[in-house]
């Protein structure tokens, strides 16, 4: 049962990263853009044309699309502090209350972003200066939303075993880090950012 929750692990590791390293690249080209935004205003005294359509639908992707990234390697805001005073098997219990949450609330979040999808789709929705259509956006938060689901399953399992198997190996969960050790740079990748 580990070995396959392993794999999938894996598998999902090799969706996640990628996309991380994308929404990267679109962070990068949005600050170039800001730079050529500036340059064009203050020694032209033009603006790059579309550029808030531009940043508008731009932002949405690397927002999104490390996700399930920051997920998997624990990288969102966490309480530390608080799971360090717990005893391992109850920061496991802990761990898998909140992920159950996580979980119950992107699968609530996703029927309606892809009703906003379908309704962009159909009506042709754009962007007001130069009519970038929006349901590409649209369709991204869809499916990033999925595969944070699929992220949160994939804990919730990893979470679970550990509850119910006290001595059983950490696999495709974060790994609770001392803020200690963090404050002083002490602190080696995770179990889970090895298997990536």
Known sequence: MSGLLA???RALARVETPLNLLGGVFILALAVLGIAQVVARNLLGTSVLGYLDVVEQGTAFFAFLGLAYTQRTGGH??????LQSLPR????RVELLNTLFATAVVA?????SWQHFMRAYRIGD???SIGLP????RLLVVLALGLLLMRLLVQVWGFLRLSIFRD??????PLPVNTADMAAGEVAISETENRS
């Open 7 to 9: 794999r999938t692990d």
């Open 77 to 82: 805001i966490r309480m530390e502090l608080l």
């Open 89 to 92: 098997a109850a920061v496991w």
């Open 108 to 112: 609530l979040l996703i029927p309606g």
């Open 126 to 128: 754009s962007t007001m």
């Open 134 to 137: 929006t349901w590409p956006t």
């Open 168 to 173: 059983a190996e950490p696999i495709a969960v």
